[in-house]
């Protein structure tokens, strides 16, 4: 009976560890669903006209840059590498939320996309290392389900927290989501 009870708890444990990892893959839908629909307000803020397409620009090639780490994380570990990508992205949003300047947005997005392509790639590797074959194919399914789901509140919860509070509040909103996946890594996530 006791081998039963422990099968189940390891099976459940597993469910939430890759619910967790499934919402870590969507790194890029909370870095830049919360804060696209406010660029032409940042682009007025800033005086800065069209060039916050920058801003978006300046994501994706820390994202391209961040891709880089793959290899970190078989070095160091999955679940270290996830923590130090949202550490990283907290980093990068503290900059974008403290930032005046357009330099200033582009270096934070920058900073924030290779976060979280260091945490994004972890979480997926965590799904290929479920076993081999079918069990790798369900896993990273079920991660992917979650992946879809997130993106789901992502833009409400920036334009809500952008219109109530203004657009430096949706970085430290995208720090405090980073925060409680970063907590939910080192409380539910094993190492693989």
Not at 41 to 62: C, E, I, N, P, R
Not at 133 to 160: E, H
Request: glycine share 14%; aromatic share 8%.
């Amino acid at each position: 009976m006791s081998e039963t009870n422990n099968k189940q708890k390891k099976i459940k444990f597993e469910a939430l560890m890759y619910i967790i990892c499934g919402c870590i893959l969507s790194m890029g839908a909370i870095h830049m669903d919360t804060i696209n629909w406010i660029l032409p307000q940042v682009a007025t803020d800033l005086a800065s006209g069209h060039s916050t397409l920058m801003v978006t620009s300046g994501f994706f090639y820390g994202m391209m840059i961040g891709h880089v780490v793959g290899p970190l994380s078989d070095m160091i570990g999955k679940k270290k590498t996830m923590i130090l990508g949202f550490v990283v992205c907290i980093l990068g949003a503290i900059v974008g939320g403290t930032s005046g300047s357009l330099g200033g947005l582009i270096v934070a997005r920058l900073i924030q996309g290779i976060g979280g392509a260091a945490s994004s790639n972890a979480a997926r590797a965590i799904g290929g290392d479920a076993g081999k074959g079918k069990k790798s194919a369900i896993t990273l399914t079920f991660m992917q389900i979650w992946s879809g789901a997130l993106p789901i509140i992502l833009p409400l919860s920036g334009k809500w927290v952008g219109n109530a509070m203004g657009w430096q509040a949706i970085f430290w909103l995208q720090a405090i989501i980073c925060g409680i996946l970063c907590v939910l890594v080192l409380l539910f996530v094993a190492e693989t």
